[in-house]
T-cell receptor, first 109, second 117 residues
Framework: GEDVEQSLFLSVREGDSSVINCTYT??????LYWYKQEPGAGLQLLTY?????DMKQDQRLTVLLNKKDKHLSLRIADTQTGDSAIYFC?????????FGTGTRLQVFP | NAGVTQTPKFQVLKTGQSMTLQCAQD?????MSWYRQDPGMGLRLIHY???????DQGEVPNGYNVSRSTTEDFPLRLLSAAPSQTSVYFC????????????????FGEGSRLTVL
């Protein structure tokens, strides 16, 4: 089945760019997703990319997809303290959405 | 809009007790699912349903039962609680019909924090 892996922690200075990486095993995912979880809350969809795309840009967010290496990344430009959260990548496996372990992003002044 | 509503938000159980976590959605979504979130483990799928009357197992189904008698509700039952079931549980739903709205986006509830002593 689908396996999704992420590094657990990332710490960046306010104003710098953050890059969160993810690798996945199932190349049949139609969409790949990035979700954000703030403390004490459920997950919310941040952005997604269709599997036949290489890149998607949405304001400060840039998603890059390398299908050959099964690698997905999320770049946050001009990272703010409000971006501090856990970020999950996820891929589809038949009827299921499989999540990575989540990357905790800490933004310091 | 209520979205996905989970109750209770917090619960403490003793080992061996049973309970039901409730989940309701008002978006007429066909798909509903339950995840548990544990530190360093991410979210793991417990059970899911693609429509009323249909349920299936996810990655970690043991110790949990579900049913889907209506489109709106998808309760999760713990039959005999164990300390290993201490976790935060999330219910999520999505639209699975035809058209551009079907991106597979999951809408999450706020979570139910369960402690089993």
């Amino acid at each position: 089945g689908e396996d999704v892996e992420q590094s657990l922690f990332l710490s960046v200075r306010e104003g710098d760019s953050s890059v969160i990486n993810c690798t996945y095993t199932d190349s049949s995912s139609t969409y790949l997703y990035w979700y954000k979880q703030e403390p004490g809350a459920g997950l919310q969809l941040l952005t997604y990319i269709f599997s036949n795309m290489d890149m998607k840009q949405d304001q400060r967010l840039t998603v890059l997809l390398n299908k050959k290496d099964k690698h997905l990344s999320l770049r946050i430009a001009d990272t703010q303290t409000g971006d501090s959260a856990i970020y999950f990548c996820a891929g589809t496996a038949t009827d299921k959405l499989i999540f990575g372990t989540g990357t905790r992003l800490q933004v310091f002044p | 809009n209520a979205g996905v509503t989970q109750t209770p938000k917090f619960q403490v159980l003793k080992t061996g007790q049973s309970m039901t976590l409730q989940c309701a959605q008002d978006m007429n979504h066909e798909y509903m699912s339950w995840y548990r979130q544990d530190p360093g483990m991410g979210l793991r799928l417990i059970h899911y349903s693609v429509g009323a009357g249909i349920t299936d197992q996810g990655e970690v189904p043991n110790g949990y039962n579900v049913s889907r008698s209506t489109t709106e509700d998808f309760p999760l039952r713990l039959l005999s609680a164990a300390p290993s079931q201490t976790s935060v549980y999330f219910c999520a739903s999505s639209y699975r019909g035809r058209g551009l709205k079907n991106t597979g986006e999951l809408f999450f509830g706020e979570g139910s924090r369960l402690t089993v002593l």
